[in-house]
Each structure stands twice: as structure tokens, then as C-alpha cells.
């Protein structure tokens, strides 16, 4: 069975600090991991994905995550906060068989100007 | 290329009445999703189709809840008749053919309001 946990339903930063998300997944197989963001009264766009290979994976925006399979986590992290990242943010597991998808309940990010 | 596109973009309804919605995929990508997202949530799996055929519709309810995808293109999603519970959005997606690690792309979705 597959489960994503991001702690923290609500986080703020000020513009220009550091934005770090966090997603905690258990997986009974090697999972692949995703991080979406979504904005007002839109779809979800993503952000990176994990597959297979390096762990630090750099995405869309200046945002990257690294997958720690001992610590079964796949956090968010970008190094300067900036007013247009406002918004929600899921992270996603995939089996590796199928497309089936598992969604975490969401992290909303404002940042402070 | 143009994205995912879904109508109507918000629908607000009585109770016990019915409510379709519409799905047309990105080009060329056989798998298609539904997806229905409570606030405050993360979407959850309704429906999969690989081309025309439904091949997870394990959490669709199906005693209210039908979908369809003629011709292996774009799809409905029916509720009849809806209930209050089932004020959401509910999002559309589609990827390539069914690959481990596919991206999905979603529409911008349908905001269903029951009254």
C-alpha cells in the first residue's frame, strides 16, 4: 500500500528565505515521487519527479527535492522564497507498477513580502 | 500544445439533480483520469481508463457515479442524482501510455457546488 504524509497543512516564509516542504511516503516497492503545485481555480502543474537515478532532483522554479530512501522522505526545498510561489503544493507516489497515483493532503505555502 | 481542457469550469446544482462533466485529453495520451479533490485535500483517484476501457474504478461509487469514454478520447463523469457530499472539484488528467513513472497532466477542473 502506498501513503504520502506532508507535515504541515499550512507554512509561511518571507520573501527571500529559505521554503522547505515536507513529504514523508511509505511504499512497499520502490516508489516514484512528485511534487505538484497548484494555484487558485487551476489543475495541478508539476513541480519534479523522482524516478530512478541521482536523488537531488531540480524541477520547475528554482524548487528541488531530494528522495532519502532511509528516511523515506522526498522534501521541498527552494533557497529564496519568492511572492509568485504562493500556493498549494502536493506531493504524489506512484507505484512502480501502473499509474496510480497517491496524494498527500497538501502544504499551502504563503510567503510574506 | 494545447493542455487538458474540462467544461464547464464550475456548476452549481440542487441536490438530487443530475450533473455531467467533460474531459477532452491532451493528444495522443491514452490513459485518462478522474480525480475528485475535497478542500483542503489531495485529489483522490475516481476513475482510470487505458483507451476506452475503465481499468480502475475501484473508488468511483458507483450507485451515483458513471463515466465513459467513447472512442478513446474524451470522457463524462455523471452523477445522478448528486448530494450534498459531493460539492468538490473534480479534476481531470491523462499521460502516455501506461508507463511506470508517466507525468500526468491535469485540467484546471470542475468546481461542483450542491445545494
Known amino acids: 500500500a502506498q501513503s504520502v504524509t506532508q507535515l504541515g497543512s499550512h507554512v509561511s516564509v518571507s520573501e527571500g528565505a529559505l521554503v522547505l516542504l515536507r513529504c514523508n511516503y511509505s511504499s512497499s516497492v520502490p516508489p516514484y515521487l512528485f511534487w505538484y503545485v497548484q494555484y487558485p481555480n487551476q489543475g495541478l502543474q508539476l513541480l519534479l519527479k523522482?524516478?530512478?537515478?541521482?536523488?537531488l532532483v531540480k524541477g520547475i522554479n528554482g524548487f528541488e527535492a531530494e528522495f532519502k530512501k532511509s528516511e523515506t522522505s522526498f522534501h521541498l526545498t527552494k533557497p529564496s522564497a519568492h511572492m509568485s510561489d504562493a500556493a498549494e503544493y502536493f506531493c504524489?507516489?506512484?507505484?512502480?507498477?501502473?499509474?496510480?497515483?497517491?496524494f498527500g493532503t497538501g502544504t499551502s505555502l504563503t510567503v510574506i513580502p | 500544445e494545447a493542455g487538458v481542457v474540462q467544461s464547464p469550469r464550475y456548476k452549481i446544482i440542487e441536490k438530487k439533480q443530475p450533473v455531467a462533466f467533460w474531459c477532452n485529453p491532451i493528444?495522443?495520451?491514452?490513459?485518462l483520469y478522474w480525480y475528485r479533490q475535497n478542500l483542503g485535500q489531495g485529489p483522490e483517484l475516481l476513475i482510470r481508463?487505458?483507451?476506452?476501457?475503465?481499468?480502475?474504478d475501484s473508488q468511483l461509487p458507483k450507485d451515483r457515479f458513471s463515466a465513459e469514454r467513447l472512442k478513446g478520447v474524451d470522457s463524462t463523469l455523471k452523477i445522478q442524482p448528486a448530494e450534498l457530499g459531493d460539492s468538490a472539484v473534480y479534476l481531470c488528467?491523462?499521460?502516455?501510455?501506461?508507463?511506470?513513472?508517466?507525468?500526468?497532466?491535469f485540467g484546471p477542473g470542475t468546481r461542483l457546488t450542491v445545494l
Open positions: 493528444s495522443g495520451h491514452n490513459t
Open positions: 523522482y524516478t530512478t537515478g541521482a536523488t
Open positions: 504524489a507516489v506512484s507505484q512502480n507498477t501502473g499509474n496510480q497515483f497517491y
Open positions: 488528467a491523462s499521460s502516455l501510455a501506461a508507463t511506470n513513472n508517466g507525468e500526468q497532466f
Open positions: 481508463y487505458e483507451n476506452e476501457e475503465a481499468v480502475d
